[in-house]
């Protein structure tokens, strides 16, 4: 199974409650903040929440 970096590119300063916890819990605080996560549903539907302020890549 293929992993995805993910790196936030947009500020959390204004966004919703939920938008900044489901930010959080994949490790991501500040604009910059890479992190690589598995390829699976659940990281699917956080990315889904708030996947206007991510850049997403696909590592194999």
């Known amino acids: 199974m293929a992993n995805l970096n993910i790196k936030?590119?947009?500020s959390l300063n204004g966004r919703l409650?939920?938008?900044i916890q489901t930010a959080h819990s994949m490790g991501?605080?500040?604009i910059g903040d890479i992190t690589v996560q598995?390829?699976?549903d659940q990281?699917?539907?956080k990315i889904a929440k708030?996947?206007?302020l991510l850049q997403v890549a696909e590592v194999k």
């Open 38 to 40: 598995p390829d699976n």
């Open 8 to 10: 936030l590119v947009k």
């Open 50 to 52: 708030i996947g206007y």
């Open 28 to 30: 991501l605080r500040k």
């Open 17 to 19: 409650e939920k938008q």
């Open 43 to 45: 990281t699917r539907g």
